[in-house]
């Protein structure tokens, strides 16, 4: 019976996603709510024995079907997965709850989707199968379609478009690798592709690079690596704060997508493509980083400030991912969900702001009366843990990865890394007084002299501020309880960087009840 | 056989990348069509381009590969197919609601040297109070 609980992620989702659109037309938005915030905690209780399973170190296989590896689609899950299914719960308790607070009301099937989402997000974590993941990612994206466009209007409408002809051209773009990929090497199963990538014909080796090529710029494309991240400022800054917090996971999918794929099939065993793309992404990644913290001096508003410190966070990851040594990828893969709730809690940050100055919302400049305190400490809590200032969880991420930086690279990687968090730290600091500290009136006036009582300042309600708090919560554990989370995370980098077991596993699961 | 489908996908690919890089949505959601065709035709044949074979067995017919077709890019072909049809659907709503509110075809919502219209602001995202 306990073999099944790997399916309990994905079908939990979508079982709660159908009965909520069942539920959707009788009843009122409180008996919604309850229902998914029911599922959502089922969820977690599911997530967290995974976790705890993984924690062991074994890997485990589910033949969907029981079909042999070669032959069906498998599930399987290992520290990674685990790690990263755990997060995507705990990043969506506080988005449900900040969407609770009223935004559901506006916005059609939003509870559906949601979990539809989720549902998405975990089949993406937990798949063996490479087309397998493709399919998971369209149930990922098309939730998101519908999450950012559903009670949309004018500019959000224009950069939804954006959005979805950029992210299916990357979809079509997948499909071409995956066509090249099974044309080539015959299987498209992950564990199976390892072993084949290793006694690759040397005529098709070209080809083969091309393919793989092709599947790492999506994944990139997906992650919003240096040229392809200009659609996600202006979507992410333009879609409602609860769905922001949750999308800021859909970039880490991109990530570990690279990742996996990166350490099972790249690998220093992989033959001709031992080490494929991993200067690539060391480089672009350095740019990303760079070129984000630019974007987050230059903001005009919180909110594509926010966009960019998880454009920022992407940039880290890639560095982390490329240079792929046990504790860069131990230190990055404690750095991820650091930053899903760090820019999470930004996001909501940013539109208690806007509401809370109903008349120049989440925009950069002063006005009077002065900001609530309570806004301004969770703002401080938040920038500094992101920035990477100790004593908040992005210093201990961010320590341990320049720590890791082997002699040849450390002057790049130390320019880049420190002199972007000091252009963020800069951008931060000046957001932050203008909001929270400056109160002056002769700015304003080119406003028209528009009298303030134009626009009502709404109302913040008590679950907004702790879905923030829960989220900078995350954060404060995670500073707290460092020690187990890195062990937890260097584990899992040994358990990465020897991809032997995972294919023995894989190749060795046979079906229970069926002959082969 | 194989060049008229290798150019069939070529000439498919390079006219939907020239449709993509256009600035009217419509244009843009016929380069998406195109591609979409493109990558069924590739992945179609991935499996090997073979006429008259079938793709599952059969009795009297050894099962040797040369008797029969690789019947998995065609499932993978079907799911291809299905997602990029809803994806199509998708975006050509989104296309027709830009095209309402914005009142302009072009893919930045208004026309090129002119501000945007300034009726909608986005006012439910920014979850200010609705007039």
Redesign the interface.
């Given at each position: 019976m306990m073999q099944h609980l790997l399916l309990v992620p994905i079908v939990l989702p979508l079982l709660s996603g159908a009965i909520l659109l069942l539920l959707e037309r009788r009843h009122k938005v409180r008996v919604l709510r309850v229902a998914s915030g029911v599922s959502l905690l089922l969820l977690l209780a599911a997530t967290l024995t995974l976790l705890a399973r993984a924690a062991d170190g074994g890997i485990e296989v589910y033949l969907l079907g029981d079909w042999p590896s070669r032959l069906g689609i498998v599930l399987m899950f290992d520290r990674l997965s685990a790690l990263m299914v755990t997060t995507t719960t705990l990043l969506a308790i506080p988005a449900l709850m900040y969407a609770s607070a009223?935004?559901d009301r506006?916005a059609l099937h939003f509870h559906a989707l949601f979990q539809f989402q989720l549902a998405g997000l975990n089949g993406a974590f937990l798949t063996g199968d490479i087309?397998n993941l493709f399919?998971f990612f369209?149930v990922m994206l098309?939730a998101s379609?519908g999450l950012l466009?559903s009670?949309?209007?004018?500019?959000?409408?224009?950069a939804?478009?954006?959005y979805?002809?950029f992210n299916?051209?990357a979809?079509?773009l997948f499909?071409?690798a995956?066509?090249?990929i099974?044309?080539l090497l015959g299987t498209l199963n992950m564990a199976e592709l390892a072993v084949r990538l290793r006694e690759v014909a040397p005529e098709d080796v070209a080809l083969v690079r091309a393919a793989c090529g092709l599947l790492l710029v999506v994944f990139c494309a997906k992650a919003a690596l240096l040229p392809m991240y200009l659609w996600l400022p202006e979507t992410y800054a333009?879609?409602?704060?609860a769905v922001a917090a949750l999308f800021v996971i859909l970039t880490k999918v991109g990530l570990y997508a690279v990742l996996r794929t990166g350490t099972l099939m790249f690998g220093e065993e992989a033959g001709p493509l031992a080490g494929f793309g991993r200067e690539a992404m060391l480089a672009f990644g350095l740019v990303t980083m760079l070129q984000a913290s630019l974007g987050v001096v230059g903001a005009l508003r919180l909110r594509i400030s926010a966009a960019y410190l998880v454009l920022m966070s992407s940039g880290m990851l890639f560095i982390a991912f490329g240079l792929a040594l046990p504790g860069s990828i131990a230190a990055g893969l404690y750095y991820l969900p650091h930053s899903c709730f760090g820019a999470a809690a930004m996001f909501l940050i940013a539109?208690i702001v806007?509401?809370e100055r109903?008349a120049v919302?989440d925009r950069v400049q002063p006005m009077a009366p002065p900001m609530p305190c309570l806004t301004g400490f969770l703002y401080l809590l938040v920038a500094v843990s992101l920035i990477g200032l100790p004593p908040l969880s992005g210093f201990i991420g961010k320590f341990l990865l320049l720590a890791a930086v082997p002699a040849q690279d450390t002057a790049l990687v130390y320019a880049t890394v420190l002199g972007s968090s000091l252009l963020a730290l800069i951008g931060l600091t000046r957001t932050g007084t203008r909001l929270f500290w400056r109160t002056e009136e002769d700015e304003n006036e080119d406003e028209g002299g528009q009298p303030a009582p134009a626009?009502?300042a709404?109302k913040v309600g008590r679950l907004e501020f702790a879905a923030t708090g829960l989220l900078i919560g995350y954060g404060i554990a995670m500073t707290l309880a460092a020690g187990p989370i890195l062990r937890y995370t260097t584990a899992t980098a040994a358990q990465l960087l020897s991809p032997g077991d995972y294919v023995q596993e894989v190749r060795g699961t046979t079906p229970r009840m069926r002959e082969p | 056989m194989e060049f008229a489908i290798a150019s069939a996908v070529g000439v498919l690919v390079a006219g939907g990348v020239y449709l993509l890089l256009r600035a009217r949505t419509f244009d843009v959601i016929l380069g998406l069509t195109l591609l979409s065709y493109a990558t069924n035709l590739l992945i179609f044949s991935s499996g090997r381009a073979v006429v008259g074979m079938p793709p599952v067995l059969r009795e009297g017919l050894p099962a040797l590969a040369e008797n029969y077709t690789d019947p998995l890019p065609q499932a993978l072909v079907l799911t291809a197919i299905v997602i990029a049809f809803a994806m199509t659907a998708v975006v050509v709503v989104v296309a027709m609601r830009n095209h309402a509110d914005m009142r302009s075809d072009h893919v930045d919502g208004h026309e090129p040297g002119r501000p945007p219209p300034d009726a909608h602001t986005d006012a439910d995202a920014d979850g200010s109070p609705r007039a």
């Open positions: 009223g935004w506006r087309f399919v369209e098309i379609y466009l009670g949309a209007r004018g500019e959000r409408i224009s939804g478009m954006h979805v002809v299916i051209a979809s079509t499909l071409i995956l066509g090249l099974y044309g333009r879609a409602p704060a539109h806007q509401r109903a919302g626009a009502v709404a | -």
